[in-house]
């Protein structure tokens, strides 16, 4: 059947309880493997304590130890995991199922109805009514309603159950979340505060870049200065290492250099600090040797989940409400220099995902009693900024707008329902290069930030940061409800 | 099951660590999956924290198979040495 549904004219049960079924299956399988290895890795231990001894054994049996067990509580989490999702999948089959069937009865009950009102009014019509006949027809019609009443009465409640499934569900997979994750639910107005270390996939350095200067000395030799940094193993922060190599010509009449020229070649190296500076010649001027070199690039990225819960005390509510947060920021920048000067991009990103949920008992005018109520919210924030350095001076910019040193201001700020988040890019001077990135969760603020500052020696600053606030939330959320 | 405590018994142990290793595959990803706002929002959270269990589970048999590789390269680097000497000594 096509067309009019009663009761809904959205989906009350969405999803696919087929591809539910297909992700379960999949996860049995991760499941299987994942059992078998963890068995695997300890049988094999334990055979090896019959006939190796020594450190390397020991040493083997206890990495073998420390990977069996993660491998062990990977198994039960897929476990289940593939029991919610495969009861979820039943559950969302079944209301799919019968949802229809009584949607279509519904339906054929309300054509029913309009003919035997087409009826009725034809038999009213008629200037001669036959009694018996119209008394009938109101009987039918009757019948009709009381049918469309039943139905309307066993779909809320087969609503009302798959309504219960869902929370269930999500409180079963939040509930393994939570343990997994280690948290601690059972304090007061406990506050979790995580800084993620950012993982660096590159460092600021001179990469594949070279970068040379020319001039003289104070002998007036001819000094040529070629400065070569190098990334270390894997683009890993440490090992960086700045190679500076200065050949010395002897100026003409010279005494000092016995006339040869002389180079001298110096390594610098680095653990996770950007080089330092290398030697100037006096009166050197700074040349660029191609049209346009990076030196320097830098970008990490940090995800953090997090959860809480406490007793709250409202206007109308009275219970528990607990928070969960998906934190994810990214930042990179990058800089090059060629013909017309220095530029420098960075940019930053983060994203926020809270659940928040809040159960206890309600006072108010729609509603008295205990009840559940369950959000989820994201916001997202980007800010990047521009810097050039050329003969004309610096400049910057971002998001089109042109600005001239100094810090610069925050665009993009929005603030809705206790969800609050907003870009900054600002523009300092100093060296060095950082990337922060935290996450903060707690009943009363749930905040993401970003910020990548002092960028490749020049001097760009961005951040990002992104504020929810869970008690706000809920209460928005129960106002909508009236609650 | 044997355990033979040779270089080459424990080389084989190494690569059988990494294939298991292997086996594990990857976590299938819920991504996709359409449902109910709710459910999704806590799926995502448990599909992030099964993927990142799984990829601590791979680092620490890669880190298992180090140790046999480790162990086996000492051992047979020790065989080398005591040859070496066997045919020098006098």
């Not at chain 1, 001819?222 to 440490?238: I, R, S």
């Not at chain 1, 200065?246 to 680095?270: E, M, Q």
């Not at chain 1, 006072?363 to 959000?375: E, F, L, P």
């Not at chain 1, 993401?448 to 960028?455: P, R």
Request: overall charge negative.
């Amino acid at each position: 059947m096509t067309g009019y549904l009663p009761f809904t004219s959205d989906d009350p049960f969405v999803g696919d309880a087929g591809a539910l079924r297909d992700y379960t299956h999949e996860l049995r399988k991760t499941q299987d493997a994942s059992a078998k290895v963890a068995a695997a890795v300890k049988d094999v231990a334990v055979a090896s304590e019959a006939s190796w001894v020594g450190d390397a054994a020991q040493e083997f049996r206890a990495r073998a130890a420390d990977g069996a067990a993660p491998l062990e509580t990977l198994t039960a989490q897929l476990d289940e995991t593939a029991k919610i999702i495969n009861d979820y999948a039943t559950a969302l089959a079944l209301a799919q199922y019968c949802g229809r069937a009584f949607a279509n009865q519904a339906h054929d009950a309300l054509v029913a109805r309009r003919w035997i009102q087409q009826q009725l009014d034809a038999a009213t019509w008629s200037g001669a009514p036959d009694p018996f006949a119209v008394s009938n027809l109101r009987m039918q019609l009757h019948d009709q309603d009381n049918e469309s009443t039943r139905l309307r009465r066993r779909f809320d409640e087969l609503q009302a159950d798959f309504e219960e499934s869902v929370s269930s569900t999500r409180a079963a997979l939040f509930k393994l979340w939570s343990l997994a994750s280690r948290l601690d639910l059972s304090g007061k107005s406990e506050e979790l505060i995580e800084n993620p270390k950012p993982k660096l996939t590159a460092y600021p350095g001179l990469g594949d870049g070279k970068g040379v200067r020319k001039g003289t000395d104070g002998h007036g030799n001819h000094v040529e200065q070629v400065t070569e940094d190098t990334t270390g193993l894997g683009g890993n922060a440490k090992g960086t290492t700045r190679t500076v190599t200065t050949t010395t010509k002897p100026a003409a009449g010279s005494r000092g250099l016995s006339g040869r020229a002389v180079t001298k070649k110096v390594d610098y190296s680095h653990d996770g600090k950007i080089p330092p500076a290398d030697p100037k010649p006096s009166t050197a001027k700074k040349v660029a040797e191609s049209t346009k070199v990076t030196v320097a690039s830098a970008s990490g990225t940090a995800a953090s989940s997090r959860g809480t819960k406490a007793e709250t005390q409202g206007k109308n509510f009275g219970g528990e409400a607990h928070a969960g947060v998906n934190a994810k920021a990214k930042a990179n920048a990058s800089s090059s220099i060629g013909a017309d000067g220095i530029t420098a991009t960075a940019g930053v990103s983060a994203s926020a995902r809270l659940e928040v949920g809040a159960s206890g008992s309600v006072t108010s005018k729609y509603v008295n009693g205990d009840i559940s109520v369950h959000a989820s919210v994201g916001a997202e924030a980007e800010a990047k900024a521009n810097l050039g350095i050329s003969k004309d001076g610096l400049n910057a910019g971002i998001d089109g707008k042109v600005f001239v040193g100094g810090e610069v201001g925050a665009d993009g700020n929005i603030d809705l329902g206790g969800i609050g988040a907003g870009g900054h890019a600002g523009v300092t001077y100093g060296i060095g290069a950082e990337i922060d990135i935290k996450a903060k969760v707690s009943l009363n603020n749930v905040s993401v930030k970003a910020d990548l500052g002092a960028t490749l020696g020049l001097g760009g600053h961005v951040s990002v940061n992104i504020n929810i606030h869970p008690k706000e939330v809920i209460h928005n959320f129960a106002d909508l409800f009236g609650l | 099951m044997r355990f033979d405590v040779t270089p080459d018994a424990l080389d084989t142990a190494a690569q059988q660590i990494r294939q298991q290793s292997d086996s594990l595959g990857q976590t299938p990803s819920a991504a996709s999956l359409r449902t109910v706002p709710a459910v999704n929002g806590a799926l995502e959270l448990v599909d992030d924290l099964l993927r990142a269990d799984l990829n601590g589970a791979r680092r620490n048999l890669s880190s298992i198979a180090e140790a046999l590789t480790s162990a086996a390269n000492t051992y047979r680097s020790n065989e080398s040495a005591v040859a070496l000497a066997t045919r020098v000594a006098p």
